[in-house]
């Protein structure tokens, strides 16, 4: 069984950076797309980025388009999501999330982490 753990989340003043972790484990990983979702306060969860299997491709919502970059490091079973130039409306519970296809749009993920917490302030 999959399991997803994010780490890296916290406190930032608008304008900083955070880079936030998923660790996965479980041997289905390496031939997966992966993909970063974020849920704010009384919003619906909304897609952030995702990347290929072999991390050749990767999508972006239009809203972090330049300003966050998604990668993963396939050896060590790990997802990244480098989060420059942060807004408020960043402010999200931020969530790493796997899919079961080696390219995945936003609708393809079905295993989701616990969420870590992104707040920034202005």
């Known amino acids: 069984q999959v399991q997803l753990v994010e780490s890296g989340g916290g406190l930032v003043q608008a304008g900083g950076s955070l880079r936030l972790s998923c660790a996965i484990s479980?041997?289905?990983?390496?031939?997966?797309?992966m993909g970063w979702f974020r849920q704010a306060p009384g919003k619906e969860r909304e897609f952030v980025a995702s990347i290929s299997w072999n991390g050749g491709t990767t999508y972006y919502a239009d809203s972090v388009k330049g300003r966050f970059t998604i990668s993963r490091d396939n050896a060590k079973n790990m997802v990244y999501l480098q989060m420059n130039s942060l807004k408020p409306e960043d402010t999200a519970v931020y969530y790493c999330?796997?899919?079961?296809?080696?390219?995945?749009?936003?609708?393809?993920?079905?295993?989701w982490g616990q969420g870590t917490q992104v707040t920034v302030s202005a």
């Open positions: 479980g041997r289905t990983f390496i031939s997966r797309a």
């Open positions: 999330a796997l899919s079961l296809k080696l390219l995945a749009a936003a609708g393809d993920f079905n295993s």
